[in-house]
């Protein structure tokens, strides 16, 4: 019984491990990287390019999140008919977890000096890579957070389980917020005013992505899937099926436009907190 206990306390731990990384780099994603672009990528003397370049990157990206919204039924779709010998979730949780911080890293840098030397191609290989970056960042966030009835056929075992993963995340996206300056400006050669330089920017990223990745890996070593009949798929939902589904379904459309205000309203609220804590830094 003793040995059973251990093992429950062992995959709650690592789930949980799995959630503070993923949670950290969703704090990357949504705050800080726009932070690095405002305040670092673009610092040229020429203040039009700047803002022109700006525009134009948070209008890729707020076409790409937009785009996520109808993308995500069919990334869940995809992952519920996987089926490997290591489960339905964890490959992509690993897989997708790996890309999307190597994705992210890139993406924390000017590509070898493109926003100046060459704007237009510097543009496109940052939509390609932010789509790559989201794709798999949204295959492993549905995977995380739908693995959890796989992981035990008792239910009181499945709500424990979720607490751990949600304290995990709660934990992981809060420490992101008290690290971040710290970490860019342990790194940084110019402190710039308090926002640090493109090579602490760079250090954040790759420290946040490697600690994203390696709480992956520790989920997919001590958590085991378990198989149901009641979980086996019995009918091939195609992509319009699913897409129909989701319009016709009033009640979830409301649900997501409420998170939608909801994220909007919380990543408004840390965007300005860092820039008003930076601003602070830099008067004398």
Known sequence: MSGNNGNKLMQRISYACGTFGHDIFYAMVSTYFIMFITSNLFNTEDQSHNE??????????????????????????????TNTRWGR????????????????????????GLTTSNPLLYLIIFAILYLVMD????????????????????SREREITATYARIGSVFGGQLVTIIVIPIVLAFSENSNGGAGDATGWFAFAAIGG?????????????????????RENKT??????????????DQLLWIAFAYLIFGLGQNLINNFNLYLSLIHISEP
């Open 52 to 81: 022109y370049m700006i525009g134009i990157i948070m209008t890729v990206i707020l076409v790409i999140r937009v785009a996520e919204l109808f993308i995500d039924p069919f990334i869940g779709n995809t992952i519920d008919k």
């Open 236 to 249: 091939d939902t195609s992509f319009g099926q699913v897409f129909s589904v989701l319009m016709k379904n």
């Open 89 to 112: 979730f964890k490959p992509w949780v690993i897989a997708g977890g790996f890309v999307a911080a190597l994705s992210l890293a890139i993406l924390f840098t000017d590509l070898g």
């Open 135 to 154: 794709i798999f960042y949204s295959a492993k966030d549905v995977a995380i957070w739908s693995m959890i009835p796989a992981l035990s056929f008792d």
């Open 210 to 230: 490697l600690i994203a990745t390696v709480g992956a890996i520790i989920l997919g070593i001590g958590t085991k899937e378990h198989d149901s009949a009641l």
